[in-house]
């Protein structure tokens, strides 16, 4: 029966105690948080990365989080939980954050580009909506007379009163009163305005 030959000489190094090696960190032992670096950041990458999906800003984000656990190593409490689980809980709240972070940035985005549309099509929609009206105004200014087209034009496009009118037209103030309410009556039919 064979049987292993012990081999003479010392093993590898036993591994360190994780609790043990945090408390030293927490006191800027920075051996000991190389230590810590290389039992903790394969399993916070692996985590972060499941949930970023993307290698560049997991590097990023678990390079933050070993960080994190270096400045927030005297606050860790062993009773609360074991090291890995304490670093995979800083990881993966990190990395939701991130998340979060990007989504909401990414909703800004498609927001102010939706204003930037609708503003757009807003002052489009305005302008048409202003040509047709001004088109269907000269098409109706078209069929009233030649003397109440005078008035109205006057009126309405130089802003004189009625009085001025009169004046400029060399007409009384009662014709010019008539043709403008006839005008005005002709123009509120042809536009389609009701009262």
Not at 71 to 79: H, N, T
Not at 123 to 137: F, I, K, M, N, P
Request: some cysteine; overall charge neutral.
């Amino acid at each position: 029966m064979n049987r292993p030959v012990p081999v003479d000489g010392p093993g590898p190094p036993p591994s360190p105690v994780l609790a043990d090696v945090m408390r030293e960190v927490g006191q800027g032992d920075q051996q000991a948080f190389s230590t810590l670096y290389d039992a903790l950041a394969p399993m916070v990458f692996g985590l972060v990365v499941r949930v970023l999906r993307d290698r560049a800003q997991s590097e990023e984000v678990a390079q933050e989080v070993m960080i994190d656990l270096w400045r927030q190593a005297a606050r860790y409490r062993p009773e609360a939980g074991s090291v890995r689980t304490w670093a995979a809980t800083v990881a993966h709240r990190r990395a939701v954050d991130r998340v979060r972070s990007a989504q909401a940035a990414t909703d800004r985005e498609h927001a102010q580009a939706a204003r930037e549309h609708t503003t757009a099509y807003d002052e489009v929609a305005e302008q048409v909506e202003t040509r047709l009206e001004s088109e269907q105004v000269r098409r109706c200014l078209r069929g009233l007379t030649e003397l109440q087209r005078q008035a109205v034009t006057l009126a309405y496009y130089r802003g004189l009163t009625y009085r001025e009118v009169a004046e400029t037209l060399h007409t009384p103030l009662p014709t010019i009163k008539t043709r403008m309410r006839d005008g005005l009556v002709r123009l509120r039919d042809c536009m389609g305005v009701t009262t």
